[in-house]
């Protein structure tokens, strides 16, 4: 295990019935305990399956309470997930498939459907504490020759997640982060903003973007807080949303900045709370 899948499993066995995370859309938190059940199912499927260590995996979703263990189960296991938007097309999706011969993608059940229409692969439905209606599809033409799920020393230099550049000097690109590089990253923002356990960060950023997934999910792990997630930005709900649920740190881009400074109903629920 390397630095972060360490990190990220001794702060589960902590405070088991400590609250977590959750949905900005729900009043009933995941606990700790919660997180960590959801995650060993994760692990004994994905086993089950013969996915693991170096392997590559889609995740194909909109925001989700979900997203963070289904990082840590590839993760723990050595495999490297690359998360897509919910609203790639299907042919730009099974493009980026083939050419990348991925061996498995996380998606809703009815994306997983269609993909299963267009391509030999197995289906399998998740059974979670935190979300419902995913689905984990499998290339089995990559995986019938595995007697088991491949395994191996996980070391700190080794692919852990992959994201896309945003394309504004042309076609968007994939960019690969180690396990060493999203550790030290996420502890240098845990610092930086004296981030601690009674800390609560509300997520608006798409989780396929670096700033969800090491500023917001990672560094509030490390320091033990709790985590909202919201569908998407929305400037009419941002400040009802942080103080319903007691919001004490959020990472956006400028450009939201900008938003909510200009939005009408934003400034009045500023002001309001």
Known sequence: MTKLTTALSEKLVEDWELPLIKSVESDNWVTRHE???DVTQLLTLLQATKIGYQDQVLICLDNSVAYPELMQAFWRLGAAVHPVSATTPLDQLIVEWQAQNYVAI??????AESIATMLPLRTV???LISAAG?????DTHQTAARSSSPTGTIREQDLVLILNTSGTTG????????HELLYNAAVADMESQAMTATDTT???MPMFHINAQ???VLAMRLAGGRIVVAPKFSASHFWQQVADNQV????????????LLLNQEANRQYLQH
């Open 171 to 178: 076609k968007p690109k994939r960019v690969g982060l180690t």
């Open 125 to 127: 439905d998740l059974n």
């Open 35 to 37: 997180f960590h059940r």
């Open 134 to 138: 995913l689905s984990l599809v499998v």
């Open 106 to 111: 996380i998606t809703t059940h009815s994306l």
């Open 248 to 259: 004490t740190w959020s990472s956006v881009v400028p450009t939201i900045i900008t938003i």
């Open 202 to 204: 509300l997520i608006t």
């Open 214 to 216: 090491v500023m917001s």
